[in-house]
T-cell receptor
Framework: EDKVVQSPLSLVVHEGDTVTLNCSYEVTNFRSLLWYKQEKKAPTFLFML????IEKKSGRLSSILDKKELFSILNITATQTGDSAVYLCAFHTGNQFYFGTGTSLTVIP | DAGVIQSPRHEVTEMGQEVTLRCKPI?????LFWYRQTMMRGLELLIYFNNNVPIDDSGMPEDRFSAKMPNASFSTLKIQPSEPRDSAVYFC??????????????FGPGTRLTVL
């Protein structure tokens, strides 16, 4: 059965800290892995990863995929209170999208 | 572009009533997805359409749920009869035509459904 597991479930850090969020998956027909940020509304897209070892960056956020070990990480450096959200990992197979239950990040001043 | 539009934004109904949720995807997008999100189960894909045709409805929980997409700019998700356990936020998302490796989905604001 295809599935995706995120860890940790929740995380509380201070502003300025660096965090690493993990996403591991088991799929039978991997096509892409996506990261989303969800605040008190709909998820918003962060990254799409399809190839191993190639880092995607956007400002303080970066992500990388390891297709051999079946995981991805999302790094956030110099965290800010505006980074507080649930971060969702999802993967796309031939016919389905599966989302993890997310990591809830709280950044305190 | 206004993005994905969903209506209503909030719906409160009594058990046994019929509920219809509506979605207008982004113009030009050929994929449309319906998701349900709860604290217990997270975000679950219910059904998705490609070019108005249902491709995979394996996530639809039971026969009380049905979805249609009569044209490229409109889709509905219907629950009949509704039950308290259907209470959740229902998201619609759309995606532009893309290659076989998939692409970004744009989510609507969601409909928060409460069934009493």
């Amino acid at each position: 059965e295809d599935k995706v597991v995120q860890s940790p479930l929740s995380l509380v850090v201070h502003e300025g800290d660096t965090v690493t969020l993990n996403c591991s998956y088991e799929v039978t027909n991997f096509r892409s892995l996506l990261w989303y940020k969800q605040e008190k509304k709909a998820p918003t897209f962060l990254f799409m990863l399809t190839s191993s070892g190639i880092e995607k960056k956007s400002g303080r956020l970066s992500s990388i995929l390891d297709k051999k070990e079946l995981f991805s990480i999302l790094n956030i450096t110099a965290t800010q209170t505006g980074d507080s959200a649930v971060y969702l990992c999802a993967f796309h197979t031939g016919n389905q999208f599966y989302f993890g239950t997310g990591t809830s990040l709280t950044v305190i001043p | 572009d206004a993005g994905v539009i969903q209506s209503p934004r909030h719906e409160v109904t009594e058990m046994g009533q019929e509920v219809t949720l509506r979605c207008k995807p982004i113009s030009g997008h050929d994929y449309l997805f319906w998701y349900r999100q709860t604290m217990m189960r997270g975000l679950e894909l219910l059904i998705y359409f490609n070019n108005n045709v249902p491709i995979d409805d394996s996530g639809m929980p039971e026969d009380r749920f049905s979805a249609k997409m009569p044209n490229a700019s409109f889709s509905t998700l219907k629950i009949q009869p509704s039950e308290p356990r259907d209470s959740a936020v229902y998201f619609c998302a759309s995606r532009a035509p893309s290659g076989p490796q998939g692409g970004e989905q744009f989510f609507g604001p969601g409909t928060r459904l409460t069934v009493l």
